[in-house]
């Protein structure tokens, strides 16, 4: 798996998606990815809160790293997210994500996003399938 891990961390180094939304790879090994994204004003929504999408895409972001880490091409076909509290303008969210069982067929994987102060701000599961 270190294979993986590694070309992983190369190819992360230039991900046009992650530059443009100023995401970053912090921590990557076999099975598990921990990205930080930085909340900017363009993020706020119409009701002044960090729009749901954003947060979205930084536990997206995690899920891709440590799903890839296992098997690599590994495609998500499920990301459910609860939302339990806002982020704010300023805040660092990181995106913690864990693969808990990989198999030949499916690899499902929990992901967790806290804010600066290790608050929790979303709680979601993912399925991805293996296409190698």
Known sequence: MTDNVDKLKELGKNEPIASFLDMNLTDLSDGYARVEMQMKPEYI????????????AAADQAFAYATNSVTTPNVASQLNIHFIATAKE???LVAECRV????????????????????LIALA???????G
């Open 125 to 131: 599961s993912g399925t991805t399938i293996p296409l």
């Open 45 to 56: 929504n119409f009701n002044g809160t960090i729009f749901g999408g954003i947060i979205t």
């Open 100 to 119: 808990v069982k990989r198999g030949k067929r499916v690899c499902i994987s929990e992901i967790k996003v806290t804010d600066p102060d290790g608050k």
């Open 90 to 92: 300023n805040d660092k």
